[in-house]
């Protein structure tokens, strides 16, 4: 490892080797070629010729197949120096390995033939594998939201206590937004078409010319690209580019996905500083280089970080797609080079994450349940008020009383730091005819979490698990954590 130049910490520390293959040079290049060679085909199979010869012949295209893969990147790079251009230094470089076929390389065609079509491969290969993993999370969220749809705990409005749902319940929410993002992704990848071949403006004139002014074999160049390259079909119209908003598309996918685990994250943050819930803590991993009791959630905290980067990275490719000019600029360039892999390694590394975590929660329903004890005698006071009340007692003034014995109490637990004694209280104020016994029956949390099971049970069987079942050839992966 070079240790005297930058090194991206996505690559070293969070993306995984499959994704980082996405976006290396040998699937770029590899690419690139594939593209040629579809070029190539599709001029040779519309019966591209000049003066009754085929200007595209078999044997050519089999020499360019036989050194697809096999990229001469010192031959590329030597000649990069010289010409400076990156697109017509590996049209060299391939010609040098295919000397029969060197002459129609690329033929007709712009850079952005190469360039454009393959970033389209390579952003829906990558959200293929974000698929993949965005729906791992759901299965692995799915079982963890199943296992804890009855386990009572103290729901929150404004990260104050409020009225209880259940761990299960909470889970599902979490679900909810990674769903509605697994459908942006569907919607966008379903959607994405090549650019094809148009061109330097995008008016094809270059192929009519090389066709001798016949439109109908024109016509048939882009779909039989897009088929051979694994494509329904290519954008109807373009500048020499495919249009930017492509790009903001799948950005906002990745920033929709990342808003989600952020959500998630806080929330697990949250319930371990509770010690409610804890993230997985390896036996022999540091929490603290001071304290050494601490066991701090790296794990989601480094999610909400890597979150963060990519919401903002999605203000990228929104204003390229607005600065450009007419048919074409190139200040889109570096911009692409940086913004578009690296918010696919960032949520990559996010995705990662999230299964690790979910796949290790620890739950401590003990902790849970003396936190959920301790707030539930203020939340069953209506249960109380119209217990009494059918019990002969006034409503408005049953509930002057127990807000009055709410502050009380109140003050007891904030200010002397004692016990929360509400049912003490009410047992002894004489407009509540019911003894402690009878207030204490009415603790069960059970009681006080309206349908919560019940909803988790419904979600997971008529919404989670028909998507599970709809995608079960991608369920059964592990995270691949580096650090």
């Not at 028909?466 to 592990?478: A, S, T």
Request: net charge negative; proline share 4%.
């Amino acid at each position: 490892m070079s240790t005297d130049r930058y090194i991206s910490p996505l690559s070293e520390r969070y993306a995984s080797r499959e994704m980082q293959y996405i976006f290396s040079p040998d699937m770029k290049f590899r690419t690139w070629r594939k593209l040629w060679i579809a070029l190539a085909e599709t001029e040779m199979e519309l019966g591209l010729s000049q003066n009754g010869k085929p200007v595209i012949t078999k044997e050519q295209i089999d020499e360019l197949k036989a050194h697809a893969q096999d990229i001469n990147y010192e031959v590329a790079k030597a000649r990069e120096k010289e010409v400076r251009h990156d697109v017509m230094s590996h049209v060299y470089a391939y010609g040098q390995q295919c000397p029969k076929a060197a002459g129609i390389i690329h033929l007709g065609a712009t850079s952005c033939y190469v360039g454009d079509n393959t970033d389209i491969i390579v952003m829906r290969e990558a959200l293929l594998l974000v698929k993949k993993k965005l729906v791992n999370v759901l299965d692995e969220l799915a079982d963890f939201a199943d296992k804890y749809k009855g386990q009572p705990t103290l729901a929150f409005t404004h990260f104050q206590p409020a009225q209880p749902t259940t761990v299960g319940k909470r889970a599902a929410l979490w679900m909810q937004e990674f769903l509605l993002d697994l459908e942006d992704l569907d919607y966008v990848l379903n959607g994405m078409k090549l650019l094809g071949s148009k061109g330097t403006t995008g008016t094809q004139a270059s192929f009519l010319e090389l066709f001798d002014g016949n439109q109908e074999q024109v016509d048939k160049i882009d779909p039989m690209i897009a088929e051979k390259m694994d494509f329904k079909e290519c954008y109807a119209v373009s500048g020499q580019t495919y249009s930017r908003k492509v790009d903001t598309r799948v950005i906002n996918v990745l920033a929709g996905i990342a808003a989600s685990a952020h959500k998630m994250s806080n929330d697990i943050r949250l319930l371990q500083h509770l010690k409610e819930v804890e993230e997985p803590f390896e036996k022999s991993q540091i929490g603290s280089s001071a304290m050494a009791y601490k066991r701090n959630p790296m794990r989601s905290e480094r999610i909400a970080s890597l979150a963060r980067y990519v919401m903002v990275d999605a203000l990228n490719p929104a204003i390229t797609s607005a600065v450009q000019w007419f048919e074409r600029t190139l200040d889109d360039s570096a911009n692409k080079r940086l913004s578009i892999p690296e918010g696919f390694l960032a949520v990559d590394g996010i995705l990662d994450l999230c299964l690790n975590v979910v796949d290790g929660l620890v739950v401590y329903p003990k902790v849970i349940e003396k936190h959920l004890m301790s707030e539930l005698p203020f939340m069953a006071t209506e249960n109380i008020m119209m217990d009494a009340v059918k019990l002969g007692g006034n409503r408005q003034e049953l509930h002057e009383r127990i807000r009055g014995l709410s502050m009380e109490a109140g003050k007891n637990v904030k200010v002397e730091g004692k016990e929360n004694n509400l049912l003490e209280l009410i047992a002894a104020d004489p407009a509540f005819p019911m003894s402690l016994e009878d207030l204490q029956k009415t603790m069960d949390p059970s009681k006080y979490v309206g349908r919560a099971k019940e909803q988790v049970d419904s979600f997971l069987d008529k919404v989670i698990r028909p998507v599970l079942k709809e995608n079960q050839e991608l369920l059964g992966m592990k995270a691949e954590i580096n650090v």
